[in-house]
């Protein structure tokens, strides 16, 4: 066989529902309730027919399946968000939720565990969040600084002073500085600027599970109008597209997982691997081809970015008026 003829069925596995294990036909007696029946389970109370005796191996199952990991919804879900994530949405949104693992427990678990990898359960044993509140802080403080230093090159008209007239400028601005310095001559506003948004980043990275869900909630509501009345589900409703999109962070909390373990984290990775897993994801479980998916996508990030820069407007309107 081919790799043509592989990729073919690899296709037409994506595209079909999750195979559940036929019903045995075997009769068991339940030894909890006592009920004799056929299949798998006991009816009347949920037991598994086959009862192994306890070993370490099923302690540890026994103990991972508390968090989920264990489960076999789990193992289903994580297998299908990877290689048929749009489909696998559609199969849940269709009913077949037994199948799968819910969609927000599984986000709070794997938010548990970012946030674990994130303060030192890594290959490094370094605190990740602590780094990024850091280094956001010392490029804010960064950019301050240079706008202070510039704006002391300017010359009474305005313009920037060349690099030849700068060390005079700088002695006469250091002078004046020394004369008339002090707390009040400050620029309050830019610095409570630059505090305000510290406390915003790193009140997102200390309550990271609020924040996720933040921010799904203000993407999907602009890529919902996208893909409404998309072909395979013409009467798409939010409170679904929120579950897909649930779905896609999950996916992309994965990554994130797997990457800060090895420490192996870059900036915006997160935002790129939510995009790439959006538009993959929207194309299986919407109809769209290619390019009116990725083309949807597009717009949506053009409103997304636009809100966001009317809302830190507003931030900063806001921190002045109060100040």
């Known amino acids: 066989m081919n790799i043509k003829e592989k990729y073919q069925r690899f296709l037409e596995w994506q595209k079909q529902p999750h195979q559940v294990k036929p019903l045995s036909e075997e009769e068991h007696d339940c030894p909890t309730c006592a009920t ?23 302690a540890f199952l026994l103990f991972i399946d508390v968090w989920g990991l264990g489960n076999r919804g789990m193992y289903h879900s994580i297998r299908d968000l990877f290689l048929r994530p749009g489909y696998m949405v559609r199969d849940y ?5 037994m199948a799968y693992f819910p969609p927000f427990k599984m986000l709070f678990l794997l938010t548990a565990l970012l946030l674990l990898v994130n303060t030192g359960f890594n290959i490094q044993g370094k605190n990740l969040t602590e780094q990024e509140i850091e280094a956001f802080k010392q490029n804010r403080m960064e950019d301050f600084h240079q706008g202070v230093e510039d704006a002391s090159y300017k010359n009474e008209s305005g313009a920037m ?6 060390p005079a400028i700088r002695i006469k601005n250091v002078e004046i500085t020394d004369e008339k310095k002090s707390p009040e001559k400050k620029d309050r506003i830019t610095e409570l600027i630059e505090t305000t948004l510290n406390r915003i980043y790193e009140w ?3 309550h990271i599970t609020i924040s996720m869900l933040f921010s799904l909630l203000c993407m999907a509501t602009p890529l919902y109008f996208r893909f409404r009345h998309c072909p395979n589900i013409p009467d798409l409703r939010f409170s679904e597209f929120v579950v897909a999109m649930t779905y896609v962070l999950n996916v992309s909390t994965m990554i994130m997982i797997v990457l800060n373990f090895f420490c192996l984290g870059l900036e915006s990775t997160d935002d790129i691997c939510a995009i790439i897993v959006s538009v993959i994801t929207f194309k299986q479980l919407s109809g769209y081809g290619w390019w009116r998916t ?3 996508h597009l717009i949506t990030i053009l409103i997304f970015g636009l809100l966001i820069v009317v809302a830190a407007i507003l931030a900063v309107v806001s921190a002045i008026l109060v100040f």
Request: hydrophobic share 20%; net charge positive; glycine share 8%.
């Open 161 to 166: 002073q060349t690099a030849q007239e700068r």
């Open 93 to 97: 949104l269709n009913g077949m939720q």
């Open 204 to 206: 997102s990275q200390t």
């Open 36 to 58: 004799h029946y056929k299949g798998n389970y006991c009816p009347r109370c949920g037991q598994a027919a086959f009862i192994s005796r306890y070993s370490f191996k099923k």
């Open 294 to 296: 990725i083309y949807k």
